[in-house]
């Protein structure tokens, strides 16, 4: 089959069929008008077979992962998603693979009102690469650079269960069936906080979302914005589902959530007179969102983690990195 | 390392820094100011190791070729390259082979005026996915679905040296060093046509660029123009060192230029009343565009070959296709 086959036959029709589109898949380029009051807010994120998803994994939950995290760098932004375009490497034809991957990819597609504007399609290792295209409110955004001293720091939902899915799923841990669906889930199935982007942009100074683990993406915000943190890990939202699994007074209970990743919440620091904002906006979204520190200053270490009177001693590995030295 | 660096150390302060771009490398996603009166045109374009090209190939020839055959697919829609993204694929950390590839990437994106605003690094068989962004004056484009019949059929440069040079690199065909190094470099080191592009944003009706191969690239446009194309090969233009090398009365001669693909010269359709708007461009770009057929009613083949008073039988493979029945 060949190439141009594949992308009309599983890329063609997917998400809304947005007005401001002059040209979607098939021709050299796609073409779209953006509104005169918004920017562009652009990001691509690749997934590995092998490095960031383990071999077999169903078609239709990679193809609502590599949407979702691509949406949630939008959200971070504040920024809404509107046009993808997916660099799909695939090691053969498999009509059956391609037809699942294209209607899990077309119903997340609905799901974010996204628009799939390009295609390309390679012969290679499982590979997934999609660019994300949003819009953002001109002269707005959130930034990792923007947090100020004495902000407090929040995160959304809980984290840790797409990490602590991710371990079961590896045969690390075993946990009961009804555990097992809700983490293997976390893992397979994020959900971008695009509402929750949109929301904070009036509210937030800066914002991050949570892939790469809470503590190294915390970290992110500390150096960009030349400040620290210091991190409750007591008030760190984890699920009930995580803590009928930890012993919530071991210390090594809370390593998924601290530095596990994958979990896509925002984590965000606002101005403390902001608060009942926060409140507001977590009641409206029918989501919590947990005050988990505080904004210092910049000591050695960017993010300090305590609990009770305790610090923990600065853990080696600050989340997910690819490659190691 | 971690990716975090490599992103830091290879991959920022490529291309010029543009006024309108508010957030670039670093943060979930990049941040831009469209103007108010030009559209957006998007496209992505993958190369992996062993499929789009040669193992070994040098990192600075990989930089040229992946920015290249992007801004190649901007040209052809009429569009300004601006920004890009980078998603690169790589077995192991090799700072050597990042530092050429970052250094040839830096002189593109200086030539080509395009700014790297995104970036994301990941760990397995080296894959460059380049997602490029243009500008695009307000309801202009260069589309491949507007030829009209009786338009004459243009194509630009000259066509089959990158194959040739293929053949070459994989020991197919014995050449005289001074060829050699010509045929390899327009394999290696394709030139977009973006300049071309935009000067027939006024002119021309239908426009591709020649990726797949002269023949198969054409009969995009046929397919979705509705239309077919009478191409008479003797007008195809090919190089002195291609000349040089077949003999042209034999019938293979004219494959790698028909068939061979990766040329990245633009091939486009006019109304025949503006043959002298194509001269006087070509004359004013220094470039030759060559009259090599014209559209017709379609038939059952799309594009038909003529060679003399001979009709060529049609090839069963119209160019480079990744995979295969």
Redesign the interface.
């Known amino acids: 089959?060949?190439?141009?086959s594949?992308i009309r036959d599983y890329c063609q029709g997917i998400g809304p069929q947005h007005h401001s589109t002059?040209?979607d898949i098939?021709?050299?380029?796609?073409?779209?008008?953006?509104p005169?009051d918004q920017?562009?807010?652009?990001?691509?994120?690749?997934?590995?077979?092998?490095?960031?998803f383990l071999e077999g994994t169903p078609a239709s939950h990679l193809a609502h992962k590599i949407l979702s995290v691509n949406c949630?760098?939008?959200a971070?932004?504040g920024?809404l998603p509107k046009?993808a375009?997916?660099?799909l490497?695939i090691p053969?034809?498999n009509t059956e693979w391609l037809a699942e991957f294209s209607s899990g990819l077309k119903a997340q597609a609905e799901h974010y009102q996204v628009q799939l504007?390009?295609?390309?399609?390679?012969?290679?290792?499982l590979?997934l690469?999609c660019?994300?295209?949003?819009l953002?409110d001109?002269s707005k955004?959130l930034?990792?650079?923007n947090a100020k001293l004495g902000d407090d720091v929040y995160v959304s939902g809980c984290v840790g269960d797409a990490a602590l899915g991710l371990a079961n799923l590896q045969g690390k841990i075993a946990l009961e069936k009804s555990l097992e669906t809700q983490v293997q889930m976390a893992h397979y199935r994020p959900q971008a906080r695009v509402e929750l982007g949109l929301g904070l942009l009036n509210i937030a100074n800066a914002?991050?979302?949570v892939s790469d683990g809470l503590v190294a993406d915390l970290t992110?915000i500390c150096h960009?914005s030349q400040l620290a943190m210091e991190i409750n890990v007591d008030a760190i939202p984890v699920s009930a589902a995580y803590k009928s699994v930890f012993d919530l007074n071991s210390k090594q209970q809370m390593d998924f959530a601290l530095y596990g990743g994958d979990d896509y919440e925002l984590a965000f620091t606002v101005k403390p007179e902001r608060r009942g904002e926060v409140k507001d906006l977590s009641k409206a979204l029918g989501l919590p969102l947990s005050k988990i520190g505080s904004v210092t200053r910049s000591t050695s270490s960017s993010v300090c983690l305590r609990q009770g009177d305790n610090v923990l001693p600065a853990a080696k590995n600050l989340g997910f990195?690819?490659?190691t030295?």
């Open positions: 089959m060949a190439e141009f594949i002059r040209i098939g021709d050299d380029a796609a073409v779209f008008e953006p005169n920017d562009i807010a652009i990001s691509t994120d690749t997934m590995v077979e092998g490095v960031h949630s760098d939008m971070a932004m920024a046009y375009t997916m660099a490497t053969s034809v504007i390009g295609g390309d399609t390679t012969n290679g290792n590979t690469s660019t994300i295209i949003g953002l001109k955004v930034s990792r650079r914002c991050i979302d992110h960009q990195e690819h490659f030295d």
